[in-house]
């Protein structure tokens, strides 16, 4: 069930709960639903209000899309899909904002802003209290300041790191270790100055820069300078941040290990992984994606296997490595890496999943490219030749994993064309070597370096 909560940011007064997943195709007529013996009432009711979903969508797409990814916030698959959905529509989703975000997703600017509410381990009460801080006396300047003014007792030391991992003080201070590492000696610094303040009592600072003025709560221009700061660090790489965000947000948000891949991967892989249930079974299939959880199994015999968590830039997916294929490449099945999987799709009770039959980590991977101009991509004797000599370095397709990749050259374009799986070779430098000598102009290159 969908529940579109168009209150908050349409001024409507009702919150719509779409009983019918359809996926936003807002195909569903009135006519279709009753005809498959669905009361006509009902239908009536469902076509109306996928109506006002369809113009909604259509005339307010930031406030759609921010109200749907906040009535399924708790649903990582799905608020991983629209995501994916809003990027398509070219809609920019930004990470939290200590100075900008609010409870929920929130559309401003043209964008969508992460909401506090979604991020682990910042509780409703530290959400208020941060609010709270930031309406009363303005934006946040600095780590010492935010923790000189939010209450502590709502804002610990756990969260308070959550939202330097998850991007939150990234507009104040980019280098996040930095900020990790000062936020032990500042949290202790300002716990020690709110209870100075209680206690009436106050420091030198704050005394000098009118720091107890009548109304008490005003702060010394340079009490913050003051603070205590560790040693300059490096920040963390651009990995560790992702992987962070995943555990604290359910999914990236800032970048996405696989965008880099984005422009090769539909050559290599037309089908992504929110397309599974939609493959007959037994199908054939090659993915690129990111190893996200390895659930190790023995089986009856005692021999092992494992149970993966896998992910694209669409939604999450579960393979299974049965026990002889676990036993060759479980070197290689390592959290957090990208891989190019190869398998075919499986359906057990009525679920649908991918049965892992090879693996390559995406940075190994080195493809074959063979460059033909127009008049030899006509030549069928031309052609037949390429397709002879592939196939002579393809015999063994358990070990032919090797992509080989067409580039078609002209004056004005450069075009690339995968051919079949059937022609993925074993070594990629023999087959290059091959392909020069019968005078193909032919060179190997990584996956990444496309």
Request: net charge neutral; proline share 3%.
């Amino acid at each position: 069930m969908i529940k579109i909560a168009t209150r908050k940011y349409l001024g409507t007064q009702n919150v719509y709960d779409i009983g019918v997943e359809h996926d936003h195709n807002f195909g569903i007529k009135n006519g279709l639903i009753a005809s498959n013996c669905f009361n006509k009432s009902h239908s009536t009711a469902y076509g109306y209000v996928t109506y006002q979903t369809a113009y909604l969508k259509a005339n307010y797409p930031l406030e759609y899309m921010a109200a749907l990814l906040t009535a399924n916030s708790g649903d990582t698959d799905k608020v991983q899909r629209y995501i994916t959905n809003c990027t398509n529509m070219g809609i920019t989703i930004d990470p939290p904002d200590i100075n900008r975000s609010g409870v929920d997703f929130t559309p401003t600017a043209g964008k969508i802003l992460f909401g506090f509410s979604a991020v682990r381990n910042v509780g409703q009460n530290a959400i208020a209290c941060i609010l709270e801080a930031r309406n009363e006396t303005g934006e946040f300047k600095s780590l010492a300041d935010f923790c000189d003014r939010a209450d502590l007792r709502a804002v610990n030391r756990r969260t308070l790191e959550s939202l330097i991992y998850c991007g939150a003080f990234d507009k104040i201070e980019s280098n996040r270790q930095q900020l990790i590492n000062d936020s032990e000696l500042v949290y202790d610094w300002a716990q020690s100055r709110a209870k100075d303040r209680a206690s009436g009592q106050g420091n030198l600072f704050d005394l000098l820069g009118d720091g107890f003025s009548s109304a008490q709560n005003k702060r010394a221009t340079n009490a913050f300078e003051t603070a205590p700061k560790s040693k300059p660090v490096m920040d963390f790489t651009a990995q560790e941040k992702l992987q962070k965000e995943k555990e604290l947000l359910g999914f990236y948000v800032s970048d996405h290990p696989l965008k880099s891949l984005r422009q090769i991967a539909p050559l290599l892989t037309p089908i992504n992984l929110s397309q599974l249930g939609d493959q007959r079974e037994e199908t054939r299939l090659c993915a690129i994606v990111m190893l996200n959880i390895v659930k190790k199994v023995v089986t009856k015999k005692g021999d092992q296997m494992a149970i993966l968590q896998i992910e694209d830039l669409t939604t999450q997916s579960e393979a299974v490595v049965f026990p002889k294929t676990y036993e060759r490449i479980s070197s290689i099945l390592v959290v957090d890496t990208r891989l190019i999987i190869w398998g075919k799709v499986d359906r057990r009770d009525e679920q649908t999943q991918f049965i892992l039959e090879d693996a390559e980590p995406v940075e190994t991977v080195q493809m074959v490219m063979v460059e033909l101009n127009p008049q030899q991509a006509g030549d069928m004797d031309k052609l037949h030749h390429l397709k002879t000599i592939l196939q002579d370095h393809s015999v063994d397709k358990e070990k032919a994993k090797m992509p080989v990749i067409g580039i078609i050259q002209t004056e004005k374009s450069r075009k690339l064309v995968r051919l079949g799986w059937q022609f993925c070779v074993q070594d990629s430098r023999i087959t290059v070597q091959a392909l020069q000598n019968a005078s193909f102009p032919a060179h190997i290159k990584s996956l990444t370096g496309i």
